[in-house]
C-alpha cells in the first residue's frame, strides 16, 4: 500500500496483560521502525528491522518487549506483562533504505494500561 | 551523539502573521535534518528535510527552513500562517540508522 497501516487505533490493557500492535510498510520498502511517544511527545525509538532482520534494538527493553516482521506479514510489536508507563503512542514508520531516507509514518496506536 | 533541541513547546501566532520555530542539533556526523508535523491524533508528515546542498529548503504547505552548519541550527518559518497550520512539529536528525526527534513545538494559530 501507499501508507503505512497500523492496528489497532487503539488498545486497552490492564497492568500485567500482554499488547500486541500490528504494522503493515509501504509495499516496496525495506526498513520498518518503532517509536514510542509518551505524553511529553518525546519520540523514543525502540527497535528497526531491515526486511525480516533485527537492524537496530538498542531502544527496546528487552526484558518486556518484543518484535518481528516476518515474510508475508505485519511485523508486530509485542509487549509482555505491560507496566502502567507503557501507555503511550506507538508509532511504525517504514523507508525504502536506511541513513537519510524519509521515514513514513504510520497513524499510531494508542496504548493504555490501567 | 545525535540530539535536538527545540527550545519553544508553544508558540501562539495570529493568522496572516509571519512564523518561526526553532531547532538546534548536535551531532557528531553528517547531518540530515527533518522537519515533520503531527495533526491532532494523527501520525507525522514530512514537511521538509536537509540531506545536503542549497541551505534553504523549501517545503509543503508553504513552509521552508534553512540549514545553518555554524549556528547548529535548522529553523523552520512560514511567512503567513494559515488556522489549518495549527498542529505540533518536530524537527528530527538522522544517523544512518534511526531519527531523533525533538520535543516539538505546538503551533497554535489564532484568527
Known amino acids: 500500500g501507499e501508507e503505512v497501516a497500523q492496528t489497532p487505533k487503539h488498545l486497552v490493557r490492564g497492568e500485567g496483560q500482554k499488547a500486541k500492535l500490528y504494522c503493515a510498510p509501504i509495499?516496496?520498502?525495506?526498513?520498518v521502525f518503532w517509536y514510542q511517544q509518551v505524553l511529553k511527545n518525546e519520540f523514543k525509538f525502540l527497535i528497526s528491522?531491515?526486511?525480516?532482520?533485527?537492524?537496530?534494538e538498542t531502544g527496546m527493553p528487552k526484558e518486556r518487549f518484543s518484535a518481528k516482521c516476518l515474510p508475508n506479514s505485519p511485523c508486530s510489536l509485542e509487549i509482555q506483562a505491560t507496566k502502567l508507563e507503557d501507555s503511550a503512542v506507538y508509532f511504525c514508520?517504514?523507508?525504502?533504505?536506511?541513513?537519510?531516507?524519509?521515514?513514513?509514518f504510520g497513524p499510531g496506536t494508542r496504548l493504555t494500561v490501567l | 551523539a545525535q540530539s535536538v533541541t527545540q527550545l519553544d513547546s508553544q508558540v501562539p501566532v495570529f493568522e496572516e502573521a509571519p512564523v518561526e520555530l526553532r531547532c538546534n542539533y548536535s551531532?557528531?556526523?553528517?547531518?540530515?535534518l527533518f522537519w515533520y508535523v503531527q495533526y491532532p491524533n494523527q501520525g507525522l508528515q514530512l514537511l521538509l528535510k536537509?540531506?545536503?546542498?542549497?541551505?534553504l529548503v523549501k517545503g509543503i504547505n508553504g513552509f521552508e527552513a534553512e540549514f545553518n552548519k555554524s549556528q547548529t541550527s535548522f529553523h523552520l518559518r512560514k511567512p503567513s500562517v494559515h488556522i489549518s497550520d495549527t498542529a505540533e512539529y518536530f524537527c528530527?536528525?538522522?544517523?544512518?540508522?534511526?531519527?531523533?526527534f525533538g520535543s516539538g513545538t505546538k503551533l497554535n494559530v489564532k484568527p
Open positions: 514508520a517504514s523507508s525504502r533504505w536506511t541513513g537519510p531516507d524519509t521515514q513514513y
Open positions: 509495499k516496496g520498502h525495506s526498513y
Open positions: 528491522f531491515q526486511n525480516e532482520n533485527v537492524f537496530d
Open positions: 551531532s557528531s556526523v553528517s547531518v540530515y
Open positions: 536537509y540531506l545536503s546542498g542549497s541551505t
Open positions: 528530527a536528525v538522522s544517523d544512518f540508522n534511526k531519527f531523533y
